[in-house]
């Protein structure tokens, strides 16, 4: 591995498996959107779709989804006709997540079509889907076919603790960190030249909305609950995008009904799937349920049948609500006489809003009125893990390059 520096030997090149620091520099930015870089993503999907390990990895064939020629062309669509030049901003540093395996790959995957050189610091746990993904840019960059894209994507591996950061955040233009408040704060502590920045996706929290009116007439309810369990259980309910609190509307006898059908279609899907919990979290939510207890008066557990789900009924909507979170499986629900009460407690660490039994117009309408700090996606439920280039209110095509006006 050729580096600018000595004394860095704690590194792991996933690809490159060689690394010339001196030569990433002189790469040059493209436009966004360029065919080759559109060519070589519907080519990586090509890649990953005929891999039969992805059978076991639904989120990298959905990620492979994501890349193909057409859904790139429907995203492009939304920057044409532009008057200025767009050019990317030259080198991008991004720091993954180490709950998400694929995320990486979206984050990349912005980078270049954002016109960027990419350096994209993998987790340290070592998911096969990150094998997958890097055994297929391996593969197609053997071939040469897409040489000058493939030149711009450096991923690599290292313990939090090296100095690499500090080399390769002394480099960027653009350093992208998704991790939390903790991650962001510690990265931080590392140099940015004058002219580059930071954009960050810290921790944040998601709710659901379901119009209990709708829903006790819902023909297929067990549809329903399994987009709601692939929201919250497939990551634990640690993900961003994982609703924590469940938010009803509609007459009353309806939303009791609702939850009756909902809840239990829940517990079935979550016992056909041998979702276990852990002794540590089941300790977790007991000790949330009484922290919660303490400070809040009114609210009540509901009866469950087993561990793996804990339903807390609220009396009120705190605006300190979201620190009474918790993880696998521990519902924070609220029956609202009207869905802009959430706007009362839709603090900046709110990002999504998952919902079911409203309209478009209906939502934007209550979104515009409300104006509140947080919200920044609201799609329906089972859509809540399905990647934007519009992520954290960031347009990450328009933030990762830059304007070149012509008068």
């Known amino acids: 591995m050729i580096l600018m520096q000595q004394n860095f030997n704690d590194i792991s090149a996933l690809f490159p498996k060689v690394l010339d620091i001196d030569l990433v520099k002189q790469i040059k930015p493209t436009i966004p959107f360029d065919i080759e870089s ?6 990586l999907s090509k890649e990953l779709t005929s891999d039969l390990q992805i059978r076991a990895f639904p989120d990298v064939a959905t990620f ?11 995203i492009k669509e939304q920057y044409n ?5 767009r050019i990317g901003r030259g080198l991008v540093f991004h720091i993954a997540p180490s709950n998400v395996p694929v995320n990486f790959a979206y984050s990349l995957v912005c980078g270049i079509l954002a016109g960027n050189v990419n350096i994209v610091r993998v987790p340290s746990k070592d998911f096969d889907q990150i094998r997958i993904i890097c055994e297929a840019i391996s593969r197609i960059a053997k071939t040469n076919t897409y040489a000058a894209v493939t030149s711009r994507i450096i991923l690599v591996r290292y313990d939090r603790l090296s100095n690499y950061t500090n080399l390769f955040s002394g480099l960027c233009d653009v350093r992208v960190i998704w991790g939390g408040d903790e991650t ?3 990265v931080r502590k590392s140099y940015l030249p004058s002219r580059s920045f930071d954009v960050t996706f810290a921790d944040r929290y998601s709710l659901c909305a379901i119009n209990g009116d709708i829903y006790v007439a819902e023909l297929n309810p067990e549809k329903i609950a399994l987009g709601f369990y692939n929201d ?23 939303v009791r009904k609702s939850k009756e059908i909902f809840w239990e279609n829940l517990y079935q899907i979550v016992q056909q799937k041998q979702y276990m919990v852990s002794p540590v979290i089941a300790v977790d939510k007991l000790t949330s349920l009484f922290k919660h207890a303490i400070k809040s008066s009114g609210i009540k557990k509901m009866n469950t049948k087993s561990n793996v789900l804990w339903r807390i009924n609220l009396n009120d909507l705190s605006e300190n609500i979201d620190d009474y979170r918790c993880s696998s499986g521990y519902f924070l629900e609220f029956h609202a006489n009207a869905l802009s009460e959430i706007s009362d407690i839709a603090n900046r660490k709110f990002q999504t809003i998952a ?3 409203y309209n478009k117009d209906e939502l934007k309408s209550q979104i515009i009125d409300a104006k509140p700090y947080g919200i920044d996606r609201i799609v329906r439920i089972g859509s ?7 992520w ?16």
Do not use: M
Request: aromatic share 14%.
């Open 392 to 407: 954290d209110g960031y347009d990450l095509i328009r933030t990762l390059s830059r304007c070149c006006e012509i008068y």
């Open 384 to 390: 809540t893990t399905d990647f934007s280039i519009i």
């Open 184 to 186: 962001i704060a510690d």
């Open 38 to 43: 559109i060519g070589f993503l519907n080519l």
């Open 232 to 254: 919250t259980y497939l990551f634990d309910q640690n993900a961003c995008t994982s609703p924590h609190l469940i938010v009803w509307t509609g007459n009353e006898e309806n």
């Open 81 to 85: 006709g532009e008057d200025t030049i």
């Open 355 to 357: 919902y079911y039994g």
């Open 64 to 74: 492979a989804f994501f890349c193909r020629k057409a859904n790139i062309l429907k």
